[in-house]
């Protein structure tokens, strides 16, 4: 077995956090896979992982390998397909993440027509909340929202996604449509969304007449970590949120929700894409991370 596979099995381990569901993803023995890695500890002279029955995980030496083993597996793929008619498709896996509200709003919907241009890619799409660690669970990129202050990755600011507060009409039926803030400390309730139970909630956030934005707490008997979930939760009258304005689109448009209080909307989202900090991104990560900002910035305003 050649050093540049024995790089590739090391890759695909470290992705996938196990020797048997890599071995199961490049079709070979679990067997094979194990040796080409004890092979490649041998050459390097370091331990690249740490096993243990129930997981394998990467020591320091092995992540810092594993970035710059991308980083040559990649030049190594451009380099071999630089002088084939076909090179202009793109091919080989992409990794890339984002909330399930925005993927299934915005990504999905789009997705067949680029892959129909370039059949030999594959997309692995992570959807939900949850804040991943790019490199050490092999993230080619994620779309994020919020600040982003993290230096071992590029942040490449998209824009802002405008944020709508809304209710269901059968929640407005009995506790009223808000216009004031007073109104909302009379009786209303939000649905409490958390990246993390054991967090505090927010509260309704809303603009200072000179400049910025405060928060008003509310008392809410639901509380959600994922944005679907937060959405399900106004459709079913639980309370008032205040959500990105792609995800509840076709719920205002078809008056199963309801937009209140226009005219203090929450501050807008900023949107950002992020991918590792590294020498070479291949030309299939770039040009995926190109595609994700066209289609995300018909729903975006321009960053400020």
């Not at 090391?10 to 199961?24: P, Y």
């Not at 407005?172 to 109104?183: F, I, K, M, S, Y």
């Not at 909307?265 to 190109?290: F, I, K, N």
């Amino acid at each position: 077995m050649d050093w540049l596979t024995q790089y590739r099995i090391f890759a695909r381990v470290a992705e996938l956090g196990g020797f048997t569901r890599a071995a199961d993803s490049l079709g070979l023995p679990k067997a094979s896979v194990s040796a080409a890695v004890r092979r490649l500890e041998a050459a390097l002279g370091a331990q690249l992982f740490l096993r243990t029955p129930r997981r394998v995980r990467l020591t320091a030496d092995g992540a810092a390998f594993l970035e710059r083993c991308r980083d040559f597996l990649g030049e190594a793929e451009e380099l071999h397909t630089m002088f084939r008619r076909e090179a202009r498709q793109l091919g080989g896996r992409v990794r890339i993440g984002m909330s399930a509200g925005m993927a299934r709003h915005l990504v999905l919907p789009r997705l067949g027509a680029f892959l129909e241009a370039h059949p030999g890619l594959q997309i692995e799409l992570g959807a939900s909340e949850r804040r991943v660690d790019l490199v050490r669970e092999g993230y080619d990129c994620v779309v994020r929202t919020g600040e982003v202050a993290d230096p071992s990755l590029v942040a490449r600011r998209l824009g802002v996604v405008p944020v709508v507060s809304c209710a269901s009409p059968a929640y407005l039926a009995r506790h009223g449509v808000p216009r004031t803030l007073e109104d909302l400390r009379r009786g209303h309730r939000l649905v409490q969304f958390t990246v993390a139970f054991g967090h505090r909630p927010e509260g309704f956030e809303y603009p200072l007449p000179g400049g910025g934005h405060a928060t008003l707490e509310l008392p809410g008997a639901v509380t959600v970590d994922g944005g679907e979930a937060y959405v399900g939760a106004a459709l079913a009258g639980l309370g008032l949120i205040q959500v990105p304005r792609f995800a509840v689109r076709e719920a205002l448009a078809d008056g199963r929700l309801v937009e209140v209080l226009p005219e203090l909307p929450a501050a807008p989202m900023p949107v950002s894409l992020l991918y590792p900090l590294q020498r070479h991104t291949p030309r299939r990560v770039r040009e995926v991370m190109d595609w994700l900002a066209g289609v995300l910035a018909e729903h975006l305003d321009p960053p400020r």
